[in-house]
């Protein structure tokens, strides 16, 4: 297990801004140095964005649709070539996969989290 980061005052964690999106497309990313894909994310109001995302135990069919959370506010990172523009966030699983995070009920597309 990992220890615990450095205590942080809230009002870093509020500096995030972390919004519900829905998956609308997923392609392969052979690029990648570790197995990821391309996934669009319709944020609603934001609009869409991209993000390159090592959940590939997730096969395409099962993502688009899906709802998850994501990091909006970070700069976009160059990853082999590619803009990644939004962070999903994730946990491993005890397979050693990323299980998505995700609301338990369908919420609007860009809502944020509070």
């Not at 990992?2 to 801004?17: G, I, K, S, T, W």
């Not at 998850?68 to 976009?76: E, G, I, S, T």
């Not at 990172?77 to 299980?99: C, H, K, P, W, Y």
Request: with cysteine; charged share 20%.
């Amino acid at each position: 297990m990992m220890p615990v980061r450095e205590q942080v005052d809230y009002a870093a964690f509020e500096r995030l801004d972390i919004r519900i999106g829905t998956v609308l497309d997923v392609q392969p990313f052979p690029k990648a140095r570790n197995p990821s894909w391309k996934v669009r994310i319709d944020l609603g109001e934001l609009g869409s964005r991209w993000s390159s995302a090592q959940i590939t135990a997730y096969p395409p069919e099962q993502l688009i649709g899906t709802q998850l959370c994501c990091v909006v506010n970070f700069a976009p990172r160059n990853i082999a070539g590619f803009q990644s523009e939004v962070l999903i966030l994730g946990v491993t699983g005890a397979d050693g996969m990323i299980i998505l995070l995700s609301p338990r009920s369908p919420a609007p597309d860009g809502n944020p989290l509070h």
